[in-house]
Structure formats: C-alpha cells, structure tokens
C-alpha cells in the first residue's frame, strides 16, 4: 500500500514518533510532506515522550494524534497509556502506528523475537484495538477499518495499526547528511586503538555491529565488547553497573545520540555516582541512522553543558581525527569521570554485517573477561 494512501485513510494531522526501518516509508513521507514542524510532525526523544505529547495535542484541540514507532517502544508507552490515556483515567483518544519487527516466522535479530512474538498482545493487555497491515491490505479494508475505529476513539480509547515489513511503500527519494566528516567505523576503530584490553559497552545499532567487524579484522577478541543489541538507551546504565563492580579496570562506554536523548535523565545518575573508571563516548551524527537516518535534536544542543552540568568532571567536543586522538588518550590516564562527543557523519558501509555470535555468546564471554581480571 502507498503510504499516501495508508496517511489518508487515518485522516490525521499530527505525528510524533521515534523513527523505524519497518515504517521507513511513513517516516520519509512525514520528513518530504512536512519536515520536523512543531504543528504536524515532531520526532520525541522515546515513545512515551511521544505518547504525553499527543496528549497535550488533543487537549489543545480536541483532534486525533499519531504516534509512530518500533514495537520496542511498545515498553515505553506501557505508563502514560495505562495512567494518562486510558479511557478510566483522561479517555484520550490516539492512533498508534507499530512497526512489526520480530513478527513470527520471518528471520530477525535476536533482540526482536520475543517482541515480535508478543507485540499484538501487548496492545491487547493495554486495551487498544489492534490491526495488522500486511502487503496484501487494501485500501478499502483500511478505510473500513478506520471508519469502525472511529467510534472506539470517539468513546476515549486508543487503537494501533502494525505494520508487517513492505506493508507501506513510498517511491520519493529522501537523503539524509550533515556537514561532519567523520566516519563513525573510524571513530570506534580509534577507540579500540586507545581502550586496549579495557571492557566496551556499546549501544544498540550500527555501532555494536561496527564495533564486532574491526574485532574481526583487527583479530581481537570479542570478550572485551558487551553488545547492546536492544535496550536502547540504556547502555550507559549498563556501562555504570560494570564500572562500579570492577572499580580498578577502566571502562568504556561508546554511545548515540539519539540513544542519551532516549533515556537521558541516566546521564544524571552516572554523574552522581561519579565513578573514576568510566569514560562516556557520544558520537553525535544528530539522526536516527541505523532506522534509517531521520534526524535528532542533538545536533541543536549543547552536551557538554549537560554533562557537566550532571556532575561529569571533565567533557569535550571533537571534530576531528586529531583531536579525538588527543582527547582519547588524554582520558585514559585522568581517572575521572569524562565525556566525549564526537560529531560524525551519517552513513555506513553497504556491506556492513552483523555479529556472528549470538547474544548469549557475547554475554557469557564479556562476563567471563570480566571475572578473570
């Protein structure tokens, strides 16, 4: 189905969301027809962020928002659907649209197959009448649908629509760059120069799966790397309860900006504890990448003053090879709590793979690494 046709027959016009590959057709459909605009389209820091905001929408107006997202944000909107928008608490009516990621009987990284499998009955437990939307939906099915649902919103319930891999397609052509230079494979291929035998933490997307390939063409160990293949947002959390527990071995966490805009407020709690043995790497390309590259609002804001302000004793911004270097090997040695923002470009190889190792894997090994020290 055209994704002009799936927009019509919604019949809405305001979305927020955290962006998807499985809905990449809505997302760039929202990014040419309206841009980031404050009145149509915001793209939120995490699907709960989301949720509030389409409640302050409909109270404004009286209207019908959408929020968009991967069914891993399905954990995220779990409170403000239960304890803002359900029809026994303000009765605010919202559309959701869910990317299927893990539907069951198509391949998937490991980190969606127990989503996939549970993520209709999820919306069945939060009570919001689901709709699968498969290749084969017609328009007119939608429209019927739509047209029933709209007695369900009208009552201050919610609904969703999850969308099955090429259910919505979209033929414009959308191009998403900034102006930094570098790569984020050879940041992290620096970092690993630097952190030798010191234990990595490394976010969800891309940066794990980069991360795994230099080990394999450095013909390192990946014992070194915990890969935090799902959980987003949370691998500096991760990073600070390793850090804590192994207080004389220096630890590295290498994270995203749209994953510290996700879940934020753990800045807040590493720089409270203020562990000498963590150093917290941002490379800041200001988008979404690995779902494919609608962007963030980290590329209009000031990290290092948030950091500092968190209680980090020493942060950095660099832009360059050079001065990453520098920087790197400087906070190795400071025994201090440090943060560095990198600014990067936005893209990767084509012909970048996934680890081969499955998850337990990487876990049993990292933990083994980390107890024989």
């Not at 414009?172 to 790569?183: G, L, Q, S, T």
Request: hydrophobic share 40%; with cysteine.
């Amino acid at each position: 189905m055209k994704v002009e046709d799936f927009v019509d027959a919604l019949g809405c016009d305001f979305y927020t969301g955290v962006p998807d590959s499985q809905i990449k057709a809505l997302c760039n459909y929202l990014m040419n027809t309206y841009g980031i605009d404050e009145k149509h389209h915001i793209i939120a820091a995490n699907e709960g962020n989301c949720a509030a905001l389409a409640a302050g929408y409909h109270l404004a107006t009286n209207k019908v928002p959408v929020v968009y997202m991967q069914n891993s944000g399905e954990g995220n909107i779990i409170n403000p659907v239960a304890s803002l928008l359900n029809d026994q608490v303000y009765a605010i009516p919202c559309i959701f649209v869910v990317g299927w990621r893990g539907q069951p009987g198509i391949h998937d990284e490991p980190q969606h197959i127990y989503q996939g499998q549970i993520t209709c009955e999820l919306l069945d437990l939060m009570d919001i009448e689901n709709f699968v939307v498969s290749e084969e939906t017609t328009v007119d099915e939608l429209k019927n649908v739509m047209n029933q649902y709209k007695s369900i919103l009208d009552s201050g319930k919610n609904v969703a629509f999850v969308i099955r891999k090429n259910a919505l397609t979209y033929d414009a052509k959308i191009e998403y760059k900034n102006d930094n230079e570098m790569i984020r494979e050879e940041i992290i291929r620096h970092v690993v120069e630097v952190s030798g035998e010191d234990p990595i933490v490394s976010t969800t997307g891309k940066a794990s799966r980069e991360l795994f390939e230099i080990r394999e063409a450095n013909n390192q160990s990946h014992k070194y790397d915990f890969l935090t293949v799902g959980s987003m947002g949370h691998s500096s959390s991760i990073a600070l309860g390793v850090a804590i527990n192994k207080p004389d071995k220096l630890v590295w966490c290498v994270d995203g900006d749209g994953a510290v805009l996700m879940h934020m407020g753990s800045m807040g709690l590493v720089g409270n504890i203020n562990p000498n043995n963590f150093i917290h790497i941002v490379i800041n390309n200001g988008a979404h990448e690995t779902v494919g590259g609608m962007p963030t609002v980290a590329s209009n804001m000031d990290l290092l003053s948030i950091a500092k302000a968190c209680g980090y004793s020493y942060a950095v911004s660099v832009d360059n090879f050079d001065d990453l270097d520098n920087e790197l090997n400087k906070v190795k040695d400071m025994n201090k709590l440090c943060f560095i923002e990198v600014l990067s470009s936005i893209g990767a190889r084509d012909d970048l793979g996934r680890p081969t190792t499955t998850a337990i894997e990487n876990k049993e090994n990292f933990m083994k690494f980390l107890n024989d020290m």
